[in-house]
């Protein structure tokens, strides 16, 4: 699902009540129920930046009680003066049906009127919408001119994602070249996803030189923010001695975390340890729970080896 971007802007008053700048203070000083009320004074002023923000606060309940009808019509108010964040985030309450009945048309619209004041969310929510055929045909070549303007002006999900579209070849003839570019624009900014998929391309020389050691320290940073497909992947380059020297427990403390977030490759990786014995006793009940787990989630090749563990051991798979 895509995350909703709220972006709180402090202007100078302008011949309008200080209210509002006093509102939007209190808010970053973290005193919610204080600037909920001066934010509220704004807005019943008709200070559009006032509406928006109150409406973000009913919407993610800060300072008040979560409303998402409330949140909806103050985005409205703002909306119709023209302001971009507020057709931005109304358009994503149509798009989930949050306080309004769910309408894709809608939510294009003021997307799109958004997205012509350049407003980078906007620009990102709508290329998703053309890319998924989501409440209009889909159009690649419309999801890619999006994405690329939302990336253009540093939004990393966007980056992100456009960089996925050359590595996949998705709607794109597939560029390495431009995968990396986008990828490496969105790591710099501290996007773990980005980290992670650059450092797969730096492990298997796409777009860029091979480099493990290169590899290693992106995956650790992507890992240091909790990236499960990260903890993986510098798990494996542990287990295999690629790039570092061989290290069973490093290994397995890295697929022991990404396996308690639920990451499939890495139960199966933790569940081979067990089988083979590498830095641990062989436990091939272990090595079974962890694969069921992973073939819970889709991993066909956890499945196969435990048809085969319960072929040559069938008193293991016995419940």
């Known amino acids: 699902m895509k995350k909703s971007i709220w972006i709180w802007v402090l202007t100078l008053s302008l011949g309008m009540s200080n209210v509002y700048d006093d509102g939007v203070l209190e808010y970053q000083a973290g005193h919610y129920k204080t600037a909920f009320k001066k934010l509220s004074i704004a807005s019943r002023e008709g200070n559009a930046l006032a509406q928006y923000h109150v409406a973000s606060m009913y919407e993610n309940a800060e300072g008040v009680k979560q409303n998402y009808k409330k949140a909806a019509a103050l985005y409205k108010k703002a909306s119709n003066q023209g302001l971009a964040m507020a057709q931005s985030s109304l358009g994503f309450m149509y798009e989930l049906g949050q306080g309004v009945k769910e309408n894709a048309e809608k939510a294009i619209n003021l997307y799109t009127l958004s997205a012509k004041q350049g407003y980078a969310p906007a620009q990102y929510n709508l290329a998703s919408m053309f890319f998924h055929g989501t409440g209009v045909k889909q159009d690649y070549e419309k999801a890619v001119a999006y994405f690329e303007a939302a990336a253009k002006q540093d939004l990393t999900m966007a980056q992100n994602k456009i960089a996925t579209m ?35 391309m730096y492990t298997y020389g796409q777009g860029v030189a091979k480099d493990n050691q290169k590899a290693i320290e992106l995956f650790e940073k992507a890992a240091t923010q909790g990236s499960a497909l990260a903890k993986n992947s510098l798990g494996s380059m542990y287990l295999n001695g690629i790039g570092p020297k061989v290290d069973y427990a490093k290994a397995k403390q890295l697929f022991e975390e990404a396996s308690k977030q639920g990451e499939p490759l890495a139960q199966y990786n933790l569940g081979l340890m067990y089988a083979y014995g590498q830095g641990v006793p062989k436990d091939y009940h272990h090595t079974l729970q962890l694969w069921k787990k992973s073939a819970a989630q889709g991993n066909e090749v956890a499945q196969k080896n435990i048809n085969l563990l319960c072929e040559k051991m069938p008193k293991i798979c016995e419940k």
């Not at 070249?177 to 710099?188: N, R």
């Open 166 to 200: 050359y590595l996949k070849a998705e709607g794109v003839p597939q560029d390495f070249k431009k995968a990396t570019f986008w990828y490496e624009k969105a790591s710099k900014q501290g996007n773990a996803d980005a980290m992670y998929s650059l450092g797969l």
